[in-house]
């Protein structure tokens, strides 16, 4: 697969047009590391994940090399803008906020937004079942910022710095819900301690695309991560990165 190959080719860089990435230097990504399955650290302290293998993906289409670095999520834009990496591959949503600061690549894949919760506590997404109840979310995110503006008035929201608190926060009885993104949620609730919750009610879809964020003036960058993500999703490399880790398709 096209994507592992970028693996071993980590020491190569070629000349990119005129953009912050020098011709001899690695294309940096930043990420976040504890949002499985879409990245997290291995057994051996190695990134990995959906977002990790795209990267590795788009960086052997574009025959530059890679590199991650692990940034607090909060922290992710403004390191993008001080120029501590070349660009963001961390799930994170286009919004019109975060595009007055950053410039994206097209979309890499599309979310909903799910509510879960203990399979025996007969909640739904309703006002009058949810009212007094604690609901938690990851902190800045798109989750957390559709509670402020849909249930705050109902629920006590809880927020946590990562989203694997937030269940960890679910799991022990802090909170009765946990709003996350919908591919995530599904994952945990794969997992040995997410086997007694579900999700409740549907799926919350809210347009909400996934892309590579960049510093607005590197508009050479963002064409060449456009052309590569092009070419992988016109071969059997996205899929098989899809395939990887969920059985449907996520684009």
């Not at 591959?89 to 937004?113: C, G, H």
């Not at 007094?132 to 559709?146: C, L």
Request: include cysteine; proline fraction near 4%.
């Amino acid at each position: 697969m096209r994507y592992l190959a970028a693996i071993f080719c980590t020491a190569l860089a070629v000349l990119l047009p005129t953009n912050s990435v020098r011709a001899d230097e690695p294309l940096r990504f930043a990420t976040e590391g504890f949002y499985p399955p879409f990245v997290y650290f291995d057994e051996d302290g190695t990134l990995a994940g959906f977002d990790i293998d795209i990267a590795w993906a788009l960086c052997a289409e574009m025959q530059v090399a890679c590199e991650f670095v692990a940034q607090d999520w909060d922290a992710l834009i403004p390191g993008l803008l001080a120029g501590d990496y070349d660009a963001i591959v961390a799930s994170m949503s286009i919004t019109e906020d975060r595009a007055k600061q950053v410039a994206f690549s097209d979309p890499y894949y599309s979310n909903a937004l799910s509510f879960v919760g203990e399979a025996a506590s007969g909640l739904k997404p309703e006002k009058q079942s949810l009212a007094g109840k604690a609901v938690g979310a990851q902190s800045a995110t798109i989750s957390a910022d559709y509670l402020a503006n849909h249930w705050s008035d109902v629920v006590r929201v809880e927020l946590y710095e990562t989203q694997e608190n937030a269940f960890r926060g679910l799991a022990n009885g802090a909170v009765d819900l946990v709003l996350s993104d919908l591919y995530v949620s599904y994952t945990w609730l794969q997992t040995e301690v997410g086997k007694d919750f579900r999700f409740i009610g549907d799926p919350i879809d809210i347009d909400d695309r996934i892309a590579i964020a960049v510093r607005q003036e590197d508009e050479a960058l963002r064409r060449r991560l456009n052309a590569a993500l092009a070419a992988i999703l016109a071969d059997s490399t996205y899929t098989e990165i899809n395939l990887k880790y969920f059985p449907f398709d996520i684009y």
